[in-house]
């Protein structure tokens, strides 16, 4: 984005605050584009970006008031994009049923992890997951185990996003198939 961008943004904001309904109406359409872009480049799944990007325009609507003409525009833009995202990530999780376990389920958990059998069976998988090629162990490593992203893994390993992604599904597939 330009200065003359953010120049131009700002100077919406405030003639929107002096009760210019026309440029309100430009200055969201203008910048929807924008959070949505932005919104989009952070996360794993794109679903998402479009309620992210409405959030946070109706968060611009009720807090266009408190924006000071004194300041950037585009700071104050990112500050609610941030807590909306995270806001809509945080209620994403909730409702996957990603809560929080009790101290006495984890432990359960750990004695059954720690089992001879799941051991074994883990000992197993590792060992095929070694014999995989040196590059495509990296991804599955970083994809699978560690949750980093595609577009993580990408810059990391300097592979395109879909040569991630169909490294790691492939790799998945064969384990599976080794694996029984």
Sequence with gaps: ????????????AIAAQGGDKTSYVRLLK??????RKIVL????NPDGADDITQEVLISIHK?????????????WLH??????????????????????????????LADSVTSPEVLLEYKNVEDE?????????TVFRLMKIEGFTAQEVAEK?????????????RTLEKLKEKMG
């Design 63 to 75: 807090s266009l008031g408190t924006y000071s003409g004194e300041r950037a525009f585009k700071p």
């Design 157 to 169: 390993t300097g592979m395109s996003v879909s040569a991630v992604k169909v490294s790691a599904h």
């Design 1 to 12: 984005m330009t200065q003359d961008h953010e120049q131009h943004w700002k100077d919406l």
């Design 30 to 35: 203008e910048i929807a584009p924008y959070i």
């Design 41 to 44: 480049a952070g996360l794993a």
């Design 129 to 137: 997951i070694s014999r995989l090629p040196e590059k495509q162990q």
């Design 79 to 108: 500050a609610i994009i941030h807590y909306r995202k995270t806001d809509y990530l945080r209620q994403h999780y909730a409702r996957r049923g990603n809560a929080s376990v009790p101290v006495e389920t984890q432990i359960d």
